[in-house]
């Protein structure tokens, strides 16, 4: 059986609209609750909790990881970060990073 070019076509670009866009840092932020201690733009909002603003993205999110996967504890965020994908990960880490 064979394509015409324009069916290739087709085919193409439905298969290019498949992808999911990628996360917004600050929208997850605010849907995961992050802001109610780090702030949206990584500015605590009390000095009991860790500024993230400056912090390298790398490190942000080996930290999420750590949390999430039970390595680093902390009654607060090893619950936050239980849920997160690998994306939503990714995508905290570099909304918060520099």
């Not at 298969?15 to 500015?43: F, I």
């Amino acid at each position: 059986m064979r394509m015409s070019f324009a069916g290739a076509l087709v085919c193409v670009t439905l298969l290019a609209g498949c992808g999911e866009a990628p996360l917004d840092g600050a929208s997850l932020a605010q849907d995961k609750g992050c802001v109610a201690c780090h702030g949206l733009q990584g500015d605590a909002v009390a000095p009991i909790y860790p500024k993230l603003n400056g912090q390298w993205e790398k490190y942000l999110r080996l930290q999420l990881l750590a949390y999430r996967d039970g390595k680093r504890e902390n009654a607060i965020m090893n619950g936050m970060a239980a849920t997160l994908t690998d994306d939503e990960v990714r995508a905290l880490a570099k909304h918060y990073g520099s």
